[in-house]
């Protein structure tokens, strides 16, 4: 198995200065699912934790969500938008291959002096996306960078199989990363990996320039998300601890030391079986896979707002994240929480 790249965050304190998140109006509930899929609430409960997810409305794609998301979290920093130096979209499910989701995004969020791209890295893309603005911030090269993790997995979803059709649902969540002011917010360091070899347990196959579109594509459901379910469980329970002990290690912490834990939302089961790996009583380790089900790149900031608006993240906690996916993929990052940030208007 590939080993991570795992370090402290050099440079200038980079801390996040807002968050935002928005999930659709609908509601699907295990019981919708039961009724047009040989499923049932109880199974998909008891093997996922999953008792709802959204699912976007007719021509509602992934940018509608990550730009209400960005939106509120350019407001939670109090940032003017023009401040914005970059944005970065993670997802999975982009609007088109070309251009990239962040554009939109970030024209609709007022970001007119940024740069703009999307980062695809699986589920673990949000941690990466972080990853990488922080990096700039901490270097100089940028003020203020937006990014956002943005999912309509209902669309590359298919709803006719239900070993996938219970799983996914649709949410963008946002942050916004800048120097930090002091007010006790620092991001303290990332891992990130990689496994190529898994790449057939989480795919879509077609649609790419290795399968491009066809009849027969189209026919075969290629343009759907394939997964072995298994495969990807046993990766993501022996990942997530593994990656999570290295960050701590890199920064100097141990499991002890961490207020929260936010693990992407993939399932109750993965999650509750690495935080029993990592020693981590249950009340720690946040939780809201029951009401979104797996959003992907979304997962993880959508945890961050629930978890501060339920008073479960406060300032100066030392938060823990951890996200694994398609790729294979993972990544973690270990970070102060900051309290309420001063207005701020560009360079400081
Ligand atoms: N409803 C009812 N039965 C289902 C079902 C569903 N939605 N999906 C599968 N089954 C059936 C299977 O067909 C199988 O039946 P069989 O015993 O007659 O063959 C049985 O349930 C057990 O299936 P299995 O695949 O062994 O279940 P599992 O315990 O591995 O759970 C997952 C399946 C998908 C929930 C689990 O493997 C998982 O969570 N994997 C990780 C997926 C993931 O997180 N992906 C995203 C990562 S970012």
């Known amino acids: 198995m590939p080993s991570s790249g795992s370090a402290p965050l050099m440079g200038r304190p980079v801390s996040i200065s807002g968050l935002g998140a928005y999930v659709p109006e609908k509601v699907v509930t295990n019981d919708d699912l039961a009724a047009v899929l ?7 409960k008891e093997r996922t934790g999953i008792a709802e997810r959204r699912m976007v409305d007719q021509g509602e794609c992934s940018s509608d969500l990550g730009i209400v998301a960005g939106r509120e979290a350019l ?7 023009q401040c914005i130096e970059l944005v970065i979209t993670a997802t999975i ?13 970030a024209l609709e969020c007022g970001c007119r002096n940024a740069g703009a791209y999307d980062l695809s890295a699986g589920c673990s893309g ?9 990096g700039a911030v901490a270097g100089g090269l940028h003020e203020h960078v937006l990014v956002v993790g943005a999912e309509a997995l209902s669309r590359i979803t298919d709803q ?12 963008a969540g946002a942050v916004v990363v800048s ?11 990332f891992d990130l990996g990689n496994d190529g070899s898994g790449e057939e347990l989480l795919t879509v196959p077609a649609g790419g ?8 594509t189209v026919e075969k459901r290629q343009h759907f998300i394939k997964m072995n379910g298994k495969g990807v469980f046993k990766f993501a329970t022996r ?3 593994e990656s999570a002990g290295r960050v701590l290690e890199r920064c100097g912490f141990d499991v002890d030391d961490v207020d929260l834990f936010v693990l992407h939302q993939a399932n109750l089961r993965i999650i509750d079986s690495a935080a029993v790996k990592l020693g981590i009583p249950g009340r720690k380790v946040y939780t809201n896979v029951q009401r979104y089900g797996n959003t992907s790149c979304a997962s993880i900031p959508l945890c961050l707002r629930d978890a501060r608006a339920e008073g479960r993240l406060k300032p100066g906690d030392r938060v823990l994240l951890v996200g694994f996916g398609a790729g294979l993929t993972w990544g973690a990052c270990l970070m102060e929480w900051g309290g309420p940030r001063a207005v701020s208007n560009g360079r400081e």
């Open 160 to 171: 006719q199989d239900r070993a996938t059709a219970v799983l996914f649902g649709d949410g």
């Open 75 to 81: 407001v939670d920093a109090r940032i003017d938008p």
């Open 209 to 216: 320039s290795r399968l491009p579109a066809s009849c027969s």
């Open 38 to 44: 040989d499923t049932s609430d109880q199974w998909i």
């Open 126 to 134: 949000f941690i990466y996306a972080l990853a990488m603005a922080a």
């Open 239 to 241: 990942v997530v601890a």
């Open 93 to 105: 499910s982009p609007d088109r291959i070309m251009p990239a989701t962040a554009s939109r995004v």
């Open 179 to 189: 120097p930090s002011d002091g007010v006790g917010g620092r991001i303290l360091g």
